[in-house]
Nanobody, 127 residues
């Protein structure tokens, strides 16, 4: 089992920045793939970003956040970060951290691709 706890959400003005944190505990060797998703009110949960290696140098981003968001991982702390810059009101959502172990699947952008989820942290961007 893996436990994930997100933090760092809050209220920020458009154009501002936030850094989200996701701390993993338990069976952390099953956290090879670590991703971020978000869900706005009345909308489906959507993929935001993923890191696909222990080094963190293999990443993918949703088109809507490319060049604004950066996903980073610190294996010594079993933590993955989501640095969010130039935030927009449409980034307002509950942000979830998710993880799974290493596998042959190269699918990373669907909720079903992940085994463990955190409880989420609210990000609100005011205009």
């Amino acid at each position: 089992q893996v436990q994930l706890v997100e933090s760092g959400g809050g209220l920020v003005q458009a154009g501002g920045s936030l850094r989200l944190f996701c701390a993993a505990s338990g069976r952390t060797r099953s956290t090879y793939v670590m991703g971020w998703f978000r869900q706005a009110p009345g909308k489906e949960r959507e993929f935001v970003a993923v890191t696909i290696s222990w080094t963190g140098d293999s990443t993918q981003y949703a088109y809507s956040v490319k060049r604004r968001f950066t996903i980073l991982r610190d294996n010594a702390k079993n933590t993955v970060y989501l640095q969010m810059n130039n935030l927009k009101p449409e980034d307002t959502a509950v942000y979830y951290c998710a993880t799974r172990g290493r596998s042959y699947s190269d699918s990373y952008s669907y909720s079903a691709d992940y085994d463990y989820w955190g409880q989420g942290t609210q990000v609100t961007v005011s205009s």
